[in-house]
């Protein structure tokens, strides 16, 4: 359950997440609550977590190295680009949000085609 909830999690705050000047009044986000940095930390140490998460379900259920090299190549490309964004948000604050969204995706999936190829079966 967490596998799929932390990426969820992870797009609320990215997608919540803007440069100062990107705020705008009576739009309450993430990043006006826990300032830029702030919230795009909390996205990092989420990203940490289903890094970790990963980890474990690769031993446990003994799901392939491929899987656990490319989730882990598509994990740090998005902590990556949510560092970019601490340091320089209003360049990298567009790209965030919409790699976010395809981590999500690519992470979920990634999953999906692993259980099949390794189980057979969903």
């Known amino acids: ?3 799929f909830a932390l990426p969820g999690f992870y797009w609320e705050i990215a997608r919540k997440t803007h440069a100062p000047p990107e705020e ?3 739009y ?3 990043s006006s609550m826990l300032g830029f940095r702030g919230a795009a930390a909390w996205g990092l ?3 940490l977590l ?3 998460l990963i980890a474990m379900l690769t031993a446990r259920l003994e799901l392939s190295s491929p899987f ?3 989730t882990t190549l598509i994990s740090s490309a998005m902590a990556t680009i949510t560092v970019l964004f601490m340091r320089r948000p209003s360049r990298f ?3 965030l949000r919409a790699s976010a969204e395809h981590y999500t995706s690519l992470i979920t999936a990634a999953v999906v085609v692993e259980l099949f190829f ?3 079966a969903l």
């Open 93 to 95: 604050g567009p790209l």
């Open 50 to 52: 289903q890094q970790l």
């Open 28 to 30: 309450q986000t993430y």
């Open 45 to 47: 140490i989420l990203l």
């Open 24 to 26: 705008r009044a009576g």
């Open 68 to 70: 656990l090299w490319g």
């Open 118 to 120: 390794t189980y057979g």
């Open 1 to 3: 359950l967490l596998y």
